[in-house]
């Protein structure tokens, strides 16, 4: 028997960090109020089980997977990904019909705040594209001013699953490259910015069913609550900006992204 699926689906959220510890369980409520269901996405080891333990509850499933910034504080890569690997492994069996872990995530490249030496940043998300291919799974990427590399690695790695480009941002050209990969890409709070026009213009670029949405709570909130920790119950504006944006109707827009989600992480 199959359990029902939310309205709308929040593609990437870190539900289970320390930032929700206080009222975790109310946030976890709001969203499911709002129709929301959300996908757990780890950044590092204890943030990849903690999303673990949050799919067997709260969340619709768990992405496991190491972020550029945390490449460099996680020690011998090689070690960190055979744990992973172990880790995704024990927990692709269906948990009330529900596989835990759908995706290899978020991993990639980050040259704007260059925490971890490129170079580990590269062998670190290349062991990750590995990963996913072994266990047949989608990636959730994770790119900031390090295009034309995240693109050139994911060419040479060819993956058979989906790509989801989080929070996408980029010119028309990224777009068309990430686009050609297969890839599904993701839009969060950034598109209801007001200095934002070139992102939204870009919207009609992007065929409608390659889009997802997104909170990445509890960073990115939507502008009407700028400034303060995200969540995904906030999902909604993102929804009604993008539905605007596109001129459809929010209802409309959050079926399409939501069977979107649905195919894309074969939920
Ligand atoms: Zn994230």
């Keep these: 028997m199959e359990a029902p699926y939310p ?6 959220a870190h539900v289970s960090g320390p ?12 969203a499911l109020r ?27 499933a768990a992405a496991v997977g190491i972020h550029p910034h945390n490449a460099a504080e996680c020690g011998d890569l090689s070690l960190v990904w055979r744990e ?17 872990v759908v995706a290899v995530g978020e991993i990639g490249l980050d ?20 990963t996913a291919k072994d266990l047949d799974l989608p990636v959730i990427i994770h790119q900031r001013d390090a295009a034309g590399d995240t693109t050139h690695i994911l060419r040479n790695h060819r993956m058979a699953r989906p790509i989801i480009f989080h929070c996408f941002g980029g010119d028309r050209s ?22 934002n026009t070139g992102l939204r213009d870009l919207l009609k670029y992007i065929p409608l069913d390659r889009m997802l949405l997104e909170t990445d709570a509890p960073y990115l909130s939507p502008q009407g609550r700028r400034g303060r920790r995200n969540e995904p119950a906030y999902v909604r504006e993102t929804l009604n900006t993008l539905a605007q944006a596109l001129g459809k109707e929010p209802v409309a827009l959050a079926r399409i992204t939501r069977d979107n989600a649905l195919r894309a992480f074969d939920l």
């Design 111 to 130: 040259y704007y705040r260059d925490l971890s030496p490129r170079a580990l940043q590269a062998e670190c998300f290349e062991m990750g594209l590995e």
């Design 84 to 100: 992973l690997r172990n880790l995704i492994a024990e927990n692709r069996l269906p948990a009330e019909n529900r596989p835990r």
């Design 34 to 60: 709002e129709g929301v269901g959300f996908i757990e996405v780890g950044f590092d080891v204890p943030s990849s089980k903690s999303a673990i333990a949050l799919a067997e509850t709260a969340a619709l």
């Design 174 to 195: 990224y777009a068309r490259d990430c686009l050609d990969l297969g890839g599904y890409l993701g839009f969060g709070g950034t598109i209801t910015y007001p200095k």
């Design 7 to 12: 309205d709308i689906i929040d593609t990437h």
């Design 19 to 30: 930032q929700f510890d206080g009222d975790r369980q109310a946030v976890v409520e709001r």
